[in-house]
């Protein structure tokens, strides 16, 4: 049987039970879910695939997603370099010691994958399209389409130019930072501690170590803290590195573009400067700049939030995948549910969130941490061995834990900006 190219256009309908607009893995996630329910779903997405993405670092949480949509042994055969560890490098350039995962969680999850996104992106769409959604890459969703306050569908525009009103029960934006529904109905916050960018590239014949860490996550500072960069393996040789810090210090306009802005930071970090030595960059120098909001509502009459349309923290810890596949199985169960019981009210499609809210803000209090000036998780840590586990339970990413919080009541003794509310309102 001829299988459909993702960019070919479909054959459409003009309805569905869903429609989820973006096809990252948040939006997949949810197509795949519904549709292996028999649920009838339209994912559709303006880029055409396979596309190029940031945010290659899984998280050994992931697994749990990636498990159930069947997609495990698919990532066993891929060349994507297998992720054993984080290690954090100080401003000094001293390397600390790996958190190896596996010496918290003796499983096969505690083994994860730097991956390629546009591979890793296309092999999520293509199992939503096998579960039976179908797929629309290369068309443009212009605008809701409401009856009062309910969603119920939106105006899709195809790459003939042709547009179609195309209804559904639920509306999910999966549109990532774009933020279609959020950014309409203006429920974007910025972050208020979070106001950083960053600037990136891909590298070829960067240092790279042997054996187990090879496929290791770096986070390496730099002098006096002002930002921090990323170093992520992935297939050919290649090296993902970026560099984060606040907005106004990154990009004060005396600095230069963004491969200047790039190059004067590694020059004030020994742990990322002896590994460039021989580096080229292959790819242009890209930015993104402040990033970190939350959304106030992330369920509403006819439609819901999944992933980065929801909200992102921060790169730190590459919490944003792992998220993104969370909350998209949340979603999907959640519409599941919905269906069976034929209640799409607000109340019910926002029972997941909570708890969900919560986990969340385990990883925005441990990136508030990080970037606290005179913090240190070491000097924490001696005082405080106990919260070693709660720690390392956030870099895997077991965060819905109730007595992972823990950790923050004591921390916020020294930070209160840990008690900070993300002041997000569940419509109940």
């Known amino acids: 049987m001829k299988q459909t190219n993702l960019n070919e256009q479909a054959n459409l309908d003009s309805e569905y039970d869903v429609i989820i607009i973006g096809a990252g893995p948040a939006g997949s996630t949810v197509g795949a879910l519904l549709a292996e329910q028999g649920r009838k779903v339209l994912v559709v997405d303006r880029a055409r695939f396979p596309r190029f993405h940031v945010g290659e670092s899984l998280i050994p949480e992931t697994y749990w997603q990636l498990k159930r949509l069947g997609l495990i042994d698919q990532l066993k055969q891929t060349a994507f370099p297998k992720k054993f560890s984080v290690q954090f490098v100080t401003e000094e350039g001293t390397e600390t010691m790996p958190f190896y995962f596996n010496k918290y969680k003796e499983h096969e999850s505690s083994q994860t994958w730097q991956v390629l996104r546009a591979e890793f992106d296309q092999m999520l769409v293509n199992n939503a399209r096998n579960q039976g959604a179908t797929i629309q890459t290369g068309a443009q969703v212009l605008e809701l389409l409401n009856e009062g306050e309910q969603v119920t569908g939106v105006k899709l525009k195809l790459s003939s130019k042709e547009t179609l009103d195309i209804h559904a029960k639920l509306v999910v934006d999966a549109s990532g930072q774009t933020g279609f529904i959020s950014n309409r109905l203006k429920l974007k916050v910025a972050d208020p501690v979070l106001k950083k960018g960053t600037v990136w590239a891909h590298f070829k014949n960067a240092h790279r170590d042997s054996g187990i860490d090879e496929g290791a996550t770096l986070i390496l500072q730099t002098e006096g803290k002002r930002s921090w960069f990323w170093y992520i393996p992935l297939p050919d040789n290649v090296v993902s590195i970026g560099c984060t810090g606040d907005m106004d210090y990154m990009f004060s306009k005396e600095r230069g573009n963004s491969e200047e802005i790039f190059y004067a930071e590694v020059e004030r970090c020994i742990g990322i400067k002896r590994r460039?030595?021989?580096?080229?960059?292959?790819?242009?120098?890209?930015?993104?700049?402040?990033?970190?909001?939350?959304?106030?509502?992330?369920?509403?009459?006819?439609?819901?939030?999944?992933?980065?349309?929801?909200?992102?923290?921060?790169?730190?810890?590459?919490?944003?995948?792992?998220?993104?596949?969370?909350?998209?199985?949340?979603?999907?169960?959640?519409?599941?549910?919905?269906?069976?019981?034929?209640?799409?009210?607000?109340?019910?499609?926002?029972?997941?969130?909570?708890?969900?809210?919560?986990?969340?803000?385990?990883?925005?209090?441990?990136?508030?941490?990080?970037?606290?000036?005179?913090?240190?998780?070491?000097?924490?840590?001696?005082?405080?061995?106990?919260?070693?586990?709660?720690?390392?339970?956030?870099?895997?990413?077991?965060?819905?834990?109730?007595?992972?919080?823990?950790?923050?009541?004591i921390m916020q003794q020294e930070l209160p900006e840990l008690a900070t509310p993300d002041e997000t309102e569940v419509a109940l």
Do not use: C
């Open 276 to 409: 460039l030595t021989e580096a080229q960059p292959v790819t242009e120098f890209m930015t993104t700049k402040d990033f970190s909001y939350h959304t106030t509502q992330p369920v509403g009459p006819g439609w819901m939030l999944a992933g980065d349309a929801l909200g992102f923290i921060d790169p730190v810890y590459s919490s944003g995948v792992f998220l993104a596949l969370k909350s998209g199985e949340l979603i999907a169960d959640a519409i599941n549910d919905a269906f069976d019981a034929q209640d799409f009210s607000v109340s019910r499609l926002s029972q997941w969130y909570p708890g969900y809210r919560n986990g969340l803000d385990n990883f925005r209090k441990l990136v508030y941490a990080f970037y606290a000036p005179g913090f240190s998780f070491g000097t924490f840590l001696r005082q405080y061995p106990q919260f070693k586990t709660n720690l390392v339970d956030i870099l895997i990413g077991d965060v819905f834990k109730p007595e992972v919080a823990e950790m923050f009541t």
